[in-house]
């Protein structure tokens, strides 16, 4: 049920952005990278794991109406969480990395010219998962096997962001509503673990 919701907004949205465009008063397109700080969640999200990231990409606004637009991003990012492991005087950390390719469709309402409030739906298609370790054992590398994980991951995005110019500063929370676990095994150490990340951007028009 929650795919089924999902993906009608996002339809929805979608179908908004592309009618509109003809329409738009104005349009601007640009540059935009995020520092992420990723976790996995199942029950209740904190901040114990978090794993620092990022996301590059690009974006364009379409104006619908005097103080709202639609903002469509294509983005590189990196998701996933870190843990601390000790075994006796030996410890380390290990890093579970995933690298999505998003699609954020988002609804921005203008409070004046400098304050944007933003919310939307996006979805994202895994590229690759892997898991890093760095300790006292040595650093080690491990790709998984994606069949192991779901391929798409939906969810959720809200934010502020703050203008300057053709630049804009923000803060952006994406709360993923897809179990990233596709298999027995996956499930059996991952549980319903889903996607969870906060993220400090900057946009740059053109």
Known sequence: MKKIIITSI??????????????????????????????LYTNDIDDNNLRAGF??????????????????????STKGNRSEYRSGPF?????????????????????????????????SYLISANITTEGDFGNSFSEIDRDNLKPFDFGF????????????LGARYNL?????ADSDNARAIMGDAKNSVIQFYIALGM
């Open 91 to 123: 410890d380390g950390e290990a890093k579970f990395n995933l690298n999505y390719i998003e699609l954020p469709i988002m609804l921005d309402l203008k409070a004046g010219s400098a304050l944007d409030v933003s919310f939307g739906p996006y979805v």
């Open 157 to 168: 995005s809200g934010g502020l962001g703050l203008n300057f110019g053709t630049t804009e």
């Open 55 to 76: 996301s590059l990409g690009i974006f364009k606004e379409n104006q619908i109406g005097p103080s709202s637009a639609i903002q469509t991003e294509l983005l590189f």
């Open 10 to 39: 996002f339809s929805l949205l979608s179908l908004v952005a592309f009618t509109n465009m003809s329409h738009a008063q104005e349009f601007r397109s640009g540059i935009k990278g995020s520092f992420n700080l990723s976790n």
């Open 176 to 180: 993923g509503l897809t179990e990233i």
